[in-house]
């Protein structure tokens, strides 16, 4: 009687499996709230405000994810988190307008937007969900509008 070895059908199977972890960007996430320069909690004092800005350490955010945000109900000008970004961006990895969950969307639309789709037209794909790592729902939302279009199922 011929043994036979055991046979991995998934591994030969013509099923992709996209394990979103893959695409989960290791930096670390930061909040910054634009309400501790806020003058008695209700306006940004324009002066004040750029002497900070020229005058802090960025290069503290080397290669973090940072989240800009206001916590108070004030009325923060639109240059201000443009300023404070201009003195991220040559340090942080990325920087967005909004709460962390903002910027867990941001990193996993830029990640996912690089999947070479051809190599997946017309194939059944799989995704892998529960892992170690916190994939949020909106980067399983992300990946089946990318997906839909092209695989089979």
Known sequence: MEEKGIINRVANSPIVTIDLEDYYHKGERLSYDIAQHLYQGLILKEKDFRAFVK????SQYKEKNIALFCSEDAIVP???YMLLTTRLQPYANKVVFGSIDVLEYALFKESLSKIDLKNLENRPVVVKGCGDLPVPESAFVELTFLLQP????
């Not at 005058?55 to 960025?58: G, I, L, P, S, T």
């Not at 092209?150 to 199922?153: A, F, K, N, Q």
Request: proline share 0%; aromatic share 18%.
């Open 78 to 80: 639109t240059w201000a």
């Open 150 to 153: 092209i695989v089979r199922s």
């Open 55 to 58: 005058d802090h350490d960025w």
